[in-house]
Structures are given as structure tokens and as C-alpha cells.
């Protein structure tokens, strides 16, 4: 398996605009998570979902942010408007229901200008 | 609401010596703990993990330490490598669901 796959693995993007992140998870993996990284916070929790329900986004910072998974292969994480405070690494994880530890994709790093 | 918490952003020590990172959780209901490293521009890696039902557990140069009553965890680099040097990012999961620290950036110099 080739593992977590995220695309762009790079963003740049003017503030206003529509943004885009994509994963796909491991085949045959319940759990999608999606973390934003930053200096201050570290890895953020901001969605997870099991099988392809969204069971927690309480970490999403605001209704401009927005995910979703139309199957168990592809999720998308979606930012509208973009303002340049989103700018981050933002990493996809998957994680099979009997495994321990998640899986991370090679995360997308928006910048927002 | 910071679930986890690592309280010192950078670490650095010499090599072959011991590299200690710390990690303090909140929430009584985490039962899984784990440690990822991440190199720049890569996504984070697991490196070990321990139950809450043990207080401790070793793989090779790696140990974890579980302290439930202080709800405290720490990562023992012995020998620490210029290799390690590296983002170590705690992490505790109850309900599958998984939460970060901030990080600590360990670096090891030659």
C-alpha cells in the first residue's frame, strides 16, 4: 500500500479564495482524521470520521472550514474563505479499527497570502 | 482545549547522552499513549506506544513511562543519536479518536 496519500502537497493561495485539501486513506482503513500543525498548538485535532461519518468536528476553528468523505477512499478538506491565518501544515491520518496508531499522509502546507 | 500538553518546545543534549521528553494529559478517559517523530516536511511517524494498563514499555534505545496518578508520560532516548534529532509529538487516544501535544524538537548534538 502506498499509504496515506495527500494532494497539493503544496498551497498557495490568496486570501478570499476557495481551498481544497485532499486524502485518501489507507485501503480498508475505518478512521480518517485531519490535524492542522502549527507553531503554537502543535498537531490539532479538527475532524475525524468512521466510515465516512463525521463523529467529531469540534476542533474545526470556524464554519469556513468544512470536510467531508463521499466514501471510504477520498475525503476532502475544504476552506471558504481563506484568510492568511489558516496557513499550516494540514495532515490526513487513517487508522483500521484493530490498529493502535494512526497512519499520516505527507500533509499539505498552505500558505495563504 | 489543550488535552495534551508538552511544555517544552526544544530540547537538545549530546550524543550518548539521555534525551527525556515530557507529556502531561488531562483527560481521565485516555487509555492509549503514543509517541510520533516527525522530520521536516514529512508526515509524523509512530515510534512507541504503551497501554494504560502498563507504566512502562521498552523497544530497543526507546522507553516509555506511564505515571496514571499524574496523568504524565515521558519518551527516554538512551543513547540519544544525532539521528533523533527530530519534532517528538505525545499523543493519547480513548475512543479512537487521538489527541497531540505542541511538540518538543529534540535536537542531539555530535
Known amino acids: 500500500d502506498a499509504g496515506v496519500i495527500q494532494s497539493p502537497r503544496h498551497e498557495v493561495t490568496e486570501m478570499g479564495q476557495e481551498v481544497t485539501l485532499r486524502c485518501k486513506p489507507i485501503?480498508?482503513?475505518?478512521?480518517l482524521f485531519w490535524y492542522r500543525q502549527t507553531m503554537m498548538r502543535g498537531l490539532e485535532l479538527l475532524i475525524y470520521?468512521?466510515?465516512?461519518?463525521?463523529?467529531?468536528d469540534s476542533g474545526m476553528p470556524e464554519d469556513r472550514f468544512s470536510a467531508k468523505m463521499p466514501n471510504a477512499s477520498f475525503s476532502t478538506l475544504k476552506i471558504q474563505p481563506s484568510e492568511p491565518r489558516d496557513s499550516a501544515v494540514y495532515f490526513c491520518?487513517?487508522?483500521?479499527?484493530?490498529?493502535?496508531?494512526?497512519?499520516f499522509g505527507q500533509g499539505t502546507r498552505l500558505t495563504v497570502v | 482545549d489543550q488535552q495534551v500538553k508538552q511544555n517544552s518546545p526544544s530540547l537538545s543534549v549530546q550524543e550518548g547522552r539521555i534525551s527525556i521528553l515530557n507529556c502531561d494529559y488531562t483527560?481521565?478517559?485516555?487509555?492509549?499513549f503514543l509517541w510520533y517523530k516527525k522530520y521536516p516536511a514529512e508526515g509524523p511517524t509512530f515510534l512507541i506506544s504503551?497501554?494504560?494498563?502498563?507504566d512502562k514499555n521498552e523497544d530497543g534505545r526507546f522507553t516509555v513511562f506511564l505515571n496514571k496518578s499524574a496523568k504524565h508520560l515521558s519518551l527516554h532516548i538512551v543513547p540519544s543519536q544525532p539521528g533523533d534529532s527530530a519534532v517528538y509529538f505525545c499523543?493519547?487516544?480513548?475512543?479512537?479518536?487521538?489527541?497531540f501535544g505542541a511538540g518538543t524538537r529534540l535536537t542531539v548534538k555530535p
Open positions: 491520518a487513517s487508522m483500521g479499527t484493530e490498529d493502535t496508531e494512526a497512519f
Open positions: 485501503s480498508g482503513h475505518d478512521y
Open positions: 470520521f468512521n466510515n465516512n461519518v463525521p463523529i467529531d
Open positions: 483527560n481521565s478517559m485516555f487509555d492509549y
Open positions: 504503551i497501554s494504560s494498563i502498563k
Open positions: 499523543a493519547a487516544s480513548g475512543g479512537n479518536d487521538m489527541r
